[in-house]
Nanobody
Framework: QVQLVESGGGLVQAGGSLRLSCAASGRTFSGYAMGWFRQAPGKEREFVAAIIWSGRSTTYADSVKGRFTISRDNAKNTGYLQMNSLKPEDTAVYYC????????????????WGQGTLVTVSS
């Protein structure tokens, strides 16, 4: 099983940008689809974005489409989430997830999850 560690969260003003990273170890990261989820205070965890093992196909939640970009560098065993035009409603703990199956990732049933990184967007 792959182990995941997120980084890059922080406090940013509305309209600003952040890039989250997800460092993988333990297994061959290139064999895994990867995704990002978020959980705001008092709300359920929700899907944000996912990317297949090769990086050639991505999918996004409607709420972030056009503002967020998911990518990966398999040589570095790292995935990324570039977040632009941030809004206060993007405030949440962001988690990365990985699984051999893309559909499993999107459904939130991935085998591996990171510990989360907090993103706070001030108005």
């Amino acid at each position: 099983q792959v182990q995941l560690v997120e980084s890059g969260g922080g406090l940013v003003q509305a309209g600003g940008s952040l890039r989250l990273s997800c460092a993988a170890s333990g297994r061959t990261f290139s064999g895994y689809a990867m995704g990002w989820f978020r959980q705001a205070p008092g709300k359920e965890r929700e899907f944000v974005a996912a990317i297949i093992w090769s990086g050639r196909s991505t999918t996004y939640a409607d709420s972030v489409k056009g503002r967020f970009t998911i990518s990966r560098d398999n040589a570095k065993n790292t995935g990324y989430l570039q977040m632009n035009s941030l809004k206060p409603e993007d405030t949440a703990v962001y988690y990365c997830a990985a699984d051999p199956g893309l559909a499993t990732v999107i459904r939130g049933r991935a085998d591996a999850w990171g510990q989360g990184t907090l993103v706070t967007v001030s108005s």
